[in-house]
């Protein structure tokens, strides 16, 4: 018997749902429009019956390049109702990694803005899709009986923001989605019946889903998430006050940002009741300036990762009054997740029962790396075996992710930073990560870290203020490791996904010039 999924299951039928219950509420304000449920409904059906018109079915993968607008969940949305696979890629992958994925995940047509299929004629391996279409549809065109979807097809594709090997693509099945929503909607924490006055402004695209799932309006911010340095705070202060803007879920780097400008200008934003950020590490400082701008709201920092998301979450202001002398405190596990912490190796780990998985863990207390399980977890790559057996442990059905994070037991859970980052010394693991932080506190330093160069641990660090170099070399030099060597750099590179996380390879190749 098909496994079918009921229609609760299924992240656009929640959304149609949704859409029946309050078709006149706005579902996404972009720019100067608003467009309703019930109004993106239809337009999802037209569009899901242009797609099988045009040839698209069950199954095929289709490479969405369409930026955060009501256009591409318009155009998610009709992939998942025909059973299509929505494949997406980093808008700032190079040309070479770009091709790579393409050839890796062999897609069956392409879907842009005029733009992007301008580009996708320029470039082989965008150019080598056999079927491109743009964002207009048929809204004339009839309706037809839709492909079911089963728990184990396949509904996302991402690729990470790896530059070396192969490229490793993530895939969420419907039931992973599901599961993954059913972990997060609980952070989000919208009622059971989401109110006419319920809007949030969702700046990380899984969430805006979510959104339209439960029923929720979302407003996208007036922000270009591939220039975020760009980031014009005014815009969306703007936004926020003029659409009541109750809630917002962000990168670390967009709610600093924003957090900075308010208090900067003493500005009161009332109507934020909720503040979630995650994808990168959030220290006790930091967590200072989103307290200070936004005294009112819930403040939430979620710890996951792009395979489990979410593992843990802590308030901001349990963060600031925790002690971070030797791992920054991520809160409680969440109850979808259950983790573990066991010892760091570089090779894969085989445990055939949970025996022999518990024999790997560490005594509470002691660093070792991260690992997690839950129905949310992702379990697979496309055509990587490799990643597969490095990033993977299988207990009989269950799957473990391991995070290459590393971290500890102390009540609750804490990190040390990158298993990769640590730096082997005589008295054991020097963690850069708690480096990070405690720079952080040093007034005049922007971002700093420690890296093993010359092999010598040397503290990188980035100013606020030239003039303040002499003062922050002193303070440096007075910490009871008494760096000797320290490094100044105009600017550390950080993650371009968030551009919150420290770019530790890009930073070492600055500071070596070796690849």
């Known amino acids: 018997m098909e496994n079918t999924?009921?229609?609760?299951?299924?992240?656009?039928?929640?959304?149609?749902?949704?859409?029946?219950?309050?078709?006149?509420?706005?579902?996404?304000?972009?720019?100067?429009?608003?467009?309703?449920?019930?109004?993106?409904?239809?337009?999802?059906?037209?569009?899901?019956?242009?797609?099988?018109?045009?040839?698209?079915?069950?199954?095929d993968r289709v490479l969405v390049f369409v930026p955060m607008s009501d256009d591409l969940y318009r155009t998610v949305l009709a992939l998942f109702r025909i059973g299509a696979v929505a494949v997406f890629l980093d808008e700032w992958v190079s040309v070479k990694r770009l091709a790579e994925c393409c050839r890796l995940a062999q897609c069956a047509a392409f879907i842009g803005t005029f733009k992007g299929r301008v580009l996708a004629r320029l470039l082989p391996g965008l150019r080598a899709i056999p079927l491109h279409l743009g964002l207009k549809y048929d809204a004339g065109r009839p309706i037809p009986a839709f492909a079911k979807t089963t728990r184990e097809d396949i509904a996302l594709i991402t690729f990470t923001t790896g530059s070396t090997g192969t490229p490793k693509a993530a895939i969420r099945t419907h039931g992973l989605l599901f599961e993954?929503?059913?972990?997060?909607?609980?952070?989000?924490?919208?009622?059971?019946?989401?109110?006419?006055?319920?809007?949030?402004?969702?700046?990380?695209?899984?969430?805006l889903l979510i959104n339209l799932g439960v029923g929720i309006t979302s407003v996208?911010?007036?922000?270009?998430?591939?220039?975020?340095?760009?980031?014009?705070?005014?815009?969306?202060?703007?936004?926020?006050?003029?659409?009541?803007v109750s809630s917002i879920i962000a990168s670390?780097?967009?709610?600093?940002?924003?957090?900075?400008?308010?208090?900067?200008?003493?500005?009161?934003?009332?109507?934020?009741?909720?503040?979630?950020?995650g994808g990168a590490p959030v220290f006790p400082r930091?967590?200072?300036?989103?307290?200070?701008?936004?005294?009112?709201?819930?403040?939430?920092?979620?710890?996951?990762?792009?395979?489990?998301?979410?593992?843990?979450?802590?308030?901001?202001?349990?963060?600031?009054?925790?002690?971070?002398?030797?791992?920054?405190?991520?809160?409680?596990?969440?109850?979808?997740?259950?983790?573990?912490?066991?010892r760091i190796s570089d090779e894969s780990i085989v445990?055939?029962?949970?025996?022999?998985?518990?024999?790997?863990?560490?005594?509470?207390?002691?660093?070792g790396e991260i690992i997690v399980s839950g129905k949310h977890v992702l379990r697979d790559y496309l055509h990587n075996p490799e990643a597969l057996k490095r990033n993977k442990i299988f207990v009989g059905t269950q799957c473990w992710h391991r995070t290459g994070d590393s971290g500890f037991w102390n009540g609750n859970l804490f990190l040390t930073g990158r298993c990769a980052s640590l730096i082997r010394t005589r008295d054991g693991l020097l963690s850069t990560f708690l480096f990070e932080n405690r720079f952080q506190s040093i007034q005049g330093v922007e971002t700093g870290t420690v890296m093993l160069l010359r092999d010598r641990p040397t503290a990188v660090i980035e100013l606020t203020d030239p003039a303040?170099?002499?003062?922050?070399?002193?303070?440096?030099?007075?910490?009871?490791?008494?760096?000797?060597?320290?490094?100044?750099?105009?600017k550390i590179p950080l993650d371009p996904r968030h551009n919150s996380k420290i770019d530790y390879e890009k930073l070492r190749v600055h500071l070596t010039g070796k690849n």
Not at 327 to 335: A, H, I, S
Not at 351 to 360: G, H, N, Q, T, Y
Not at 471 to 488: G, H, L
Request: hydrophobic share 45%; net charge neutral.
């Open 5 to 59: 999924l009921p229609d609760r299951f299924n992240v656009v039928d929640l959304f149609h749902e949704a859409a029946r219950k309050s078709p006149d509420k706005p579902a996404i304000i972009y720019r100067e429009k608003a467009v309703s449920f019930g109004d993106l409904e239809n337009a999802v059906n037209q569009t899901a019956a242009h797609f099988l018109h045009k040839g698209i079915r069950k199954g």
């Open 180 to 207: 993954q929503f059913q972990a997060l909607i609980p952070l989000i924490d919208p009622p059971g019946d989401a109110s006419p006055g319920d809007v949030c402004m969702p700046v990380l695209p899984i969430v």
């Open 220 to 244: 996208i911010a007036d922000f270009n998430a591939r220039r975020p340095g760009s980031m014009k705070p005014e815009k969306v202060v703007e936004q926020i006050r003029r659409h009541k």
């Open 252 to 277: 670390p780097f967009f709610v600093k940002q924003l957090s900075r400008f308010v208090s900067d200008n003493r500005l009161v934003l009332n109507t934020i009741q909720k503040i979630l950020t």
């Open 286 to 342: 930091e967590a200072g300036i989103y307290r200070n701008a936004f005294p009112q709201a819930h403040i939430g920092i979620v710890y996951g990762s792009t395979e489990a998301e979410p593992m843990s979450m802590i308030s901001a202001g349990e963060l600031i009054a925790s002690e971070t002398g030797r791992g920054l405190n991520v809160g409680k596990v969440e109850v979808a997740a259950t983790v573990k912490i066991i």
């Open 351 to 367: 445990a055939p029962d949970e025996e022999a998985l518990s024999k790997l863990e560490v005594m509470p207390g002691e660093i």
């Open 468 to 490: 303040r170099r002499e003062a922050v070399q002193s303070a440096i030099q007075a910490m009871p490791e008494a760096f000797e060597d320290i490094v100044f750099v105009p």
